[in-house]
């Protein structure tokens, strides 16, 4: 079993439409969690950076964390055909040495 | 800012050659990363390096080896290529490595034949 699971879509949804994008996780130290944005052919790009539980807004994005259940969500407001992207989670324990641990990634793609 | 970059951005190999794969970063960070990206995978990281002169191994180093003379430089080479490591290879950097963003470059992709 991975380590942190996240559906592969594609997920297709309207323009304007609310996106839900989650991922689960299994190591209950985890406890810094991200968001990465990767279009095609492109690298990763940082979207959302949290620490511990709660949420997160950053204009029409917001990350928000469940450590109780081990569940991580990026939600998008207003999607745009723009947003068409694979979304990357992203988490860590913090401390000493340890690297960042990657979900696979969701392909979204916003119809107009 | 040109962020970081990675060159070349495509390659083709035969099986048995060897190549090096290049990654320049203009932030001043300390912590450099090679990740292969393949489908259904995710990124799985092959080795990174915490400091000029260091590196150390990630999830899959098997069959690669890596440099870091310069701060801004981070190589990663393939003595023997195998069509096993056909893959899209990424380079990130980070101010520190465990609870610190990673910057990537746009990747080089490589077909080995």
């Known amino acids: 079993q991975k380590e942190v699971e996240q559906d592969p879509g594609p997920l297709s949804v309207p323009e304007g439409a609310i996106v839900s994008l989650n991922c689960t996780y299994s190591?209950?130290?985890?406890?810094?969690f991200m968001w990465y944005r990767q279009y095609s052919r492109k690298g990763p790009e940082l979207l959302m950076y949290?620490?511990?539980?709660g949420n997160k807004e950053d204009g029409r994005f917001t990350a928000q964390v469940d450590k109780s259940s081990k569940y991580i969500s990026l939600f998008i407001r207003d999607s745009q055909p723009s947003d068409s992207a694979t979304y990357l989670c992203a988490m860590t324990s913090g401390g000493g040495r340890r690297a960042l641990t990657f979900g696979s990634g969701t392909r979204l793609q916003v119809q107009p | 800012n040109a962020g970081v970059t990675q060159t070349p951005k495509f390659r083709v190999l035969k099986t048995g050659q060897s190549m090096t794969l290049l990654c320049a970063q203009d932030m001043n960070h300390e912590y450099m990363y090679w990740y292969r990206q393949d489908p259904g995978m995710g990124l799985r990281l092959i080795h990174y390096s915490v400091g000029e002169g260091t590196t150390a191994k990630g999830e899959v180093p098997d069959g690669y080896n890596v440099s870091r003379l310069k701060k801004q430089n981070f190589l990663l080479g393939l003595e023997s290529a195998a069509p096993s490591q056909t893959s899209v290879y990424f380079c990130a950097s980070s101010l520190g490595l465990s609870n610190q963003p990673q910057h990537f470059g746009d990747g080089t992709r490589l077909s080995i034949l």
């Open positions: 949290t620490y511990s539980s």
């Open positions: 190591n209950s130290a985890f406890q810094y």
